[in-house]
């Protein structure tokens, strides 16, 4: 096995043991530690390889949809490092857009870093007024 098949397997391991404990902390920092189930929020999650995405929606227990948009923009677009949580936030508002607000109030967004770091906000929702038209 080369290093082009461990890295990925390598970096999936290191960011799921670490994932659940960080985003819990920052949803306690936050004050939005009601948040009890990872499946209850929308996410924008980089724009990874598919063993890193797995990793993660094994660790944290997610329906396979939360991650979906992520995945989109990986097979589209390939490996952006952490911009890629911009083309993935479009594209999870744009679904919000067409869903009419519909769905989780809060979300999380999550970029990976050099030396393996995890960078995370917490996102929240505010519903459109039925008058107010967003360009999507």
Partial sequence: MDRRTKVPGFIASAIS??????????????????IKDWN???WVMQATSKPV???I???LQLHKDKLEVSRKVWREYGYMMSSSTLFVLNEVKKRMVEQRNEGSDYGVMV??????????VVLQMVPLPPTLELAV
């Fill in 17 to 34: 043991c670490h994932l659940n404990d960080f985003l819990t902390k920052m949803l306690h920092d936050t004050g939005t530690d009601t």
């Fill in 40 to 42: 209850a929020v929308f």
């Fill in 53 to 55: 995405l797995d990793r």
């Fill in 57 to 59: 929606e094994a660790e």
């Fill in 111 to 120: 970029g990976f870093g050099a030396g393996l770091t995890l960078d995370a």
